[in-house]
């Protein structure tokens, strides 16, 4: 049967049917002519004049962090630029002078070359996904610059850096910028000394850099939206970064009231893959020049960046947590530097890093007054563990006298914020006596309470133990080490029965609250807004915060009191805080002064004088000991390296969920930490980068992991 028989014979007269009849001819035509083999393009005619396309491919391995050539096809010549996604099979192999086989990959075409340096035959791109260029030049210069930093692929930073495709999205045209707006009033800035020179440099066009403590209470959403605005007026773009959604939501709440639509766009999880695209298409074609977004947007790929924003440095969420595990204020530091833009670290309290950054001169402070602080914060007042152990109404509802009294008078006026440290009813238990944690005889697990009023039970095997002693003092009285958010909203829903009760935490998140009478019973970072602010606000397990084996524990408590601290109202309007630590610890004492900035001198300080980051850079190496061994053996280290270690990790709590960088469950594994003096961070990282590539190159079966300045190092 003819081709002609097979589509079905068209009707002969009539111009419709000599149309129809003259396109299936030629259609008939084409099928015949030889073509390149679907999916290979073999023997396809290549494009004249730049027929090399050199591409990242998205493999991710560190033995492969290198860009690959492949032949352009001429049909694909006009698509295949310099940006644009593309698919490609690698691992191919060369048979009679052709390459074979392989497994399509994804990529992005890096440039076009008139010649590869390989001189074996290329192989062909197999198909290039979409014309849009979304891999440019510049963002590919910071995730290069990441990578190299970090120990890392670069595979694995344009993972982070640009989202995964939404055809939907791109189909839809862009649109035109809006005009930059008008210079904005400074508005509460004018609470901070500098505040108004900061702005009035950013709205010139200059590039300030500075380290922002701010004042607590309600502003700062808005005091980083005029910031943002300023940078717009002078006709660059802004980006800001903040820990979570609800900041987010906050900002961009605050930017839109100051400028109106269409100036900016937000970048949040709670968008969706498709609309989280969207918006990124919008910042990547220049339709817009402002982002205010979470983690993954401090790759945004604002056009002029005239200003970066980091919000709250110190929360965990800003170190992303997949390969190579890059730092958002390392990220917008390096943007500030590249970019040539302007750079402001802010926060309701200050780390070691920020306190290095204006030590060094890289960036001067922005605070207020101490008169002004005294007038926006409010009392804080401290119960020590004497006085706890003391009090009848501590044990009954782990409230003294002073917390109880306090949140007694406050509820008349207003609402009561409690922070708690952990979720859940009673995650640990220790002897009443000497604090020494309780654990099972039979396995040395830790002893945990369930709901109600069960017997203790083993958290890791599961045995009760209904007749527990310390094996320290010989005590039989427990006490919780940390009593979670249900079982303090239980107690103090007894004690206070006519009150509301509401709970804010991982099982789910209040973004506000009313500003009428009720408990609001939080975990750290979870605390929400209350309408008019808090009227008291009870700081609880002070001492399992500080106690943690952790070289920024007292910094991370401080920060973790600062923000539940910020939401009550100030001083003078009868705001009080009740924190329930040892009054003599510094973060206590910061604490009660409202001098995070204080706090944080002091701290590096000490740490310049161990020689700890960030005044120093250093490198965390973890794995079974035998293959931390190899890596040890193979890498060449800066000259002046300290290796410090090898230790045993801690054995990972079954019970708990896993985090990125837990020990495998039934493994011991040890850690290295090599430390470098300043300016040697780059060839620490280098070199450990080196030697693992020769491992994976030796086909060494046992992982070790690698991550250049760890947020925590015990």
């Known amino acids: 049967m003819s081709s002609e028989d097979q589509h079905g014979t068209p009707p002969a007269d009539g111009p419709q049917g000599g149309e129809q009849l003259a396109l299936i001819r030629e259609t008939v035509r084409k099928a015949k002519e030889p073509r390149a083999k679907p999916r290979t393009w073999r023997g396809a005619a290549l494009a004249d004049g730049l027929p090399v396309a050199r591409v990242l491919v998205d493999k991710g391995l560190l033995h492969l962090d290198q860009y690959?050539?492949?032949?352009?096809?001429?049909?694909?010549?006009?698509?295949?630029?310099?940006?644009?996604?593309?698919?490609?099979?690698?691992?191919?192999?060369?048979?009679?002078?052709?390459?074979?086989?392989?497994?399509?990959?994804?990529?992005?075409?890096?440039?076009?070359?008139?010649?590869?340096?390989?001189?074996?035959?290329?192989?062909?791109?197999?198909?290039?996904?979409?014309?849009?260029?979304?891999?440019?030049?510049?963002?590919?210069?910071?995730?290069?610059?990441?990578?190299?930093?970090?120990?890392?692929?670069?595979?694995?930073?344009?993972?982070?850096?640009?989202?995964?495709?939404?055809?939907?999205?791109?189909?839809?045209?862009?649109r035109d910028p809006l005009p930059a707006p008008a210079p904005v009033d400074p508005?509460?800035?004018?609470?901070?000394?500098?505040?108004?020179?900061?702005?009035?440099?950013?709205?010139?066009?200059?590039?300030?850099?500075?380290?922002?403590?701010?004042?607590?209470?309600?502003?700062?959403?808005?005091?980083?939206?005029?910031?943002?605005?300023?940078?717009?007026?002078?006709?660059?773009?802004?980006?800001?970064?903040?820990?979570?959604?609800?900041?987010?939501?906050?900002?961009?709440?605050?930017?839109?009231?100051?400028?109106?639509?269409?100036?900016?766009?937000?970048?949040?999880?709670?968008?969706?893959?498709?609309?989280?695209?969207r918006r990124w298409l919008a910042v990547s074609r220049g339709s817009v020049r402002a982002v205010v977004g979470t983690r993954a947007a401090m790759f945004a790929p604002v056009a002029g960046l005239g200003l970066t924003v980091l919000w709250d440095d110190g929360d965990s969420s800003h170190a992303e947590p997949h390969a190579p595990q890059p730092h958002a204020r390392d990220v917008l530091l390096l943007r500030a530097a590249e970019e040539g833009a302007g750079f402001l670290l802010g926060g309701l309290t200050c780390t070691v890093e920020g306190a290095q950054l204006v030590d060094s001169q890289w960036a001067l402070p922005i605070t207020a007054p101490r008169e002004r602080v005294r007038a926006t914060a409010p009392l804080v007042r401290t119960v020590g563990e004497g006085d706890e152990a003391r009090d009848a109404a501590a044990r009954a509802a782990r409230l003294p006298s002073v917390a109880w009294q306090v949140t007694r008078e406050a509820l008349q006026r207003g609402p009561v914020l409690v922070q708690v440290p952990r979720r859940g009813y009673v995650p640990r238990l220790a002897c009443e006596r000497c604090r020494e944690p309780a654990r099972c005889a039979q396995c040395a697990g830790p002893l945990q309470l369930g709901d109600g009023d069960s017997a203790p039970h083993c958290?890791?095997?599961?045995?009760?133990?209904?007749?527990?002693?310390?094996?320290?003092?010989?005590?039989?009285?427990?006490?919780?080490?940390?009593?979670?958010?249900?079982?303090?909203?239980?107690?103090?829903?007894?004690?206070?029965?006519?009150?509301?009760?509401?709970?804010?935490?991982?099982?789910?998140?209040?973004?506000?609250?009313?500003?009428?009478?009720?408990?609001?019973?939080?975990?750290?970072?979870?605390?929400?807004?209350?309408?008019?602010?808090?009227?008291?606000?009870?700081?609880?397990?002070?001492?399992?915060?500080l106690n943690r084996p952790d070289l920024r524990a007292g910094e991370e408590t401080l920060r973790r009191w600062a923000h539940a601290a910020a939401l009550v109202r100030p001083a003078g309007e009868g705001g009080t805080v009740v924190v329930m630590a040892e009054p003599t610890l510094r973060p206590v004492q910061a604490l009660v002064r409202w001098d995070p900035v204080g706090h944080a001198v002091r701290e590096l300080a000490e740490r310049a004088e161990l020689g700890f980051p960030p005044v120093s850079r250093m490198a965390s190496v973890s794995g079974r000991p035998a293959a931390v061994a190899d890596l040890l053996d193979t890498v060449r280290l800066p000259e002046g390296t300290d290796i410090l270690g090898p230790v045993p990790l801690p054995v990972v709590d079954p019970a708990r969920p896993r985090r990125s960088g837990d020990t495998p469950p039934g493994?011991?594994?040890?850690?290295?930490?090599?430390?470098?003096?300043?300016?040697?961070?780059?060839?620490?990282?280098?070199?450990?980068?080196?030697?693992?590539?020769?491992?994976?190159?030796?086909?060494?079966?046992?992982?070790?992991?690698?991550?250049?300045?760890?947020?925590?190092?015990?």
């Open 667 to 714: 493994e011991r594994w040890d850690r290295v930490l090599l430390r470098v003096r300043p300016g040697n961070g780059a060839a620490l990282a280098a070199a450990l980068k080196a030697a693992q590539t020769a491992r994976i190159a030796r086909k060494e079966a046992d992982p070790v992991r690698v991550r250049i300045d760890p947020p925590d190092i015990g």
């Open 187 to 277: 508005g509460p800035w004018r609470r901070y000394a500098t505040g108004p020179a900061f702005l009035q440099a950013l709205s010139r066009g200059d590039t300030p850099r500075a380290v922002w403590t701010a004042l607590p209470g309600p502003t700062w959403p808005e005091e980083i939206a005029r910031a943002m605005a300023a940078a717009l007026a002078s006709g660059r773009g802004a980006l800001a970064v903040v820990p979570d959604g609800r900041a987010a939501a906050r900002v961009d709440t605050a930017l839109t009231a100051l400028l109106g639509g269409g100036h900016h766009v937000l970048l949040t999880a709670d968008a969706g893959p498709e609309e989280r695209y």
């Open 459 to 545: 958290g890791w095997c599961g045995r009760p133990e209904a007749a527990w002693h310390c094996t320290e003092c010989g005590g039989f009285r427990l006490r919780a080490q940390v009593v979670g958010v249900r079982r303090t909203a239980d107690e103090l829903g007894r004690a206070f029965a006519k009150v509301p009760v509401r709970t804010s935490g991982r099982d789910g998140v209040l973004a506000s609250v009313p500003e009428t009478p009720s408990l609001v019973i939080s975990t750290p970072g979870a605390e929400p807004v209350a309408d008019g602010g808090y009227a008291a606000a009870l700081l609880l397990d002070g001492w399992a915060l």
């Open 68 to 174: 690959f050539d492949y032949a352009v096809p001429a049909q694909m010549d006009a698509e295949a630029r310099p940006g644009v996604r593309v698919r490609v099979r690698f691992g191919a192999r060369v048979v009679k002078g052709r390459r074979e086989g392989g497994e399509l990959h994804d990529g992005f075409i890096v440039d076009r070359l008139a010649e590869s340096d390989y001189r074996g035959p290329l192989a062909p791109l197999a198909q290039v996904l979409s014309p849009e260029e979304v891999l440019t030049p510049e963002l590919l210069r910071l995730c290069r610059a990441v990578a190299d930093r970090y120990a890392g692929a670069l595979a694995d930073v344009v993972q982070l850096a640009v989202p995964p495709r939404r055809a939907k999205a791109e189909a839809e045209p862009a």
